[in-house]
C-alpha cells in the first residue's frame, strides 16, 4: 500500500524552526522526485520546495528561500523539510508529494507534476 505520511508540524514562534518528516512507503522513494506544497486557509495549494529523483538538484519558492532546506534520506524512506527563521506568514497545512518520473534528474514545482500525495501536518506560527 502506497502511503506517505507527514509529521513535525506544530505551533511555533516567529523566528522559530521545525523540521517536518515524510515517511513514505509502498513504492521505491529512492529514485523518485518529491516535493513539499503548502496550503493556508482560503488560498490555492503552493509549492514550497522540490528534490529531483537523482542527483540532488533541489528548487525553492522565492518566499522560502534561504530559511528552509528540503532533504532526504533514501535508506530511512523520508522526506525532510527543514524549516527555519519562520514567519506568521509561513502557516499553512503543509503536503508531501510525489512527482511519477522514475530517476529523474529533475525538480517539479507544478501541483499537477505529482501523483500520489500525503494527508498534510498543520504549521502555525504565531506569537
Known amino acids: 500500500q502506497v502511503q506517505l505520511v507527514e509529521s513535525g508540524g506544530g505551533l511555533v514562534q516567529p523566528g522559530g524552526s521545525l523540521r517536518l518528516s515524510c515517511a513514505v512507503s509502498?513504492?521505491?522513494?529512492?529514485?523518485?522526485?518529491m516535493g513539499w506544497f503548502r496550503q493556508a486557509p482560503g488560498k490555492e495549494r503552493e509549492f514550497v520546495a522540490g528534490m529531483a529523483g537523482i542527483g540532488g538538484r533541489a528548487s525553492y519558492a522565492d518566499s522560502v528561500k534561504g530559511r528552509f532546506t528540503i532533504s532526504r534520506d533514501n535508506d530511512k524512506n523520508t522526506l525532510y523539510l527543514q524549516m527555519d527563521g519562520l514567519k506568521p506568514e509561513d502557516t499553512a497545512v503543509y503536503y508531501c508529494a510525489r512527482a511519477p518520473y522514475y530517476k529523474s534528474s529533475n525538480y517539479f514545482t507544478r501541483s499537477r507534476d505529482y501523483d500520489l500525495w500525503g494527508q498534510g501536518t498543520q504549521v502555525t506560527v504565531s506569537s
Open positions: 509502498g513504492f521505491t522513494f529512492s529514485y523518485y522526485p
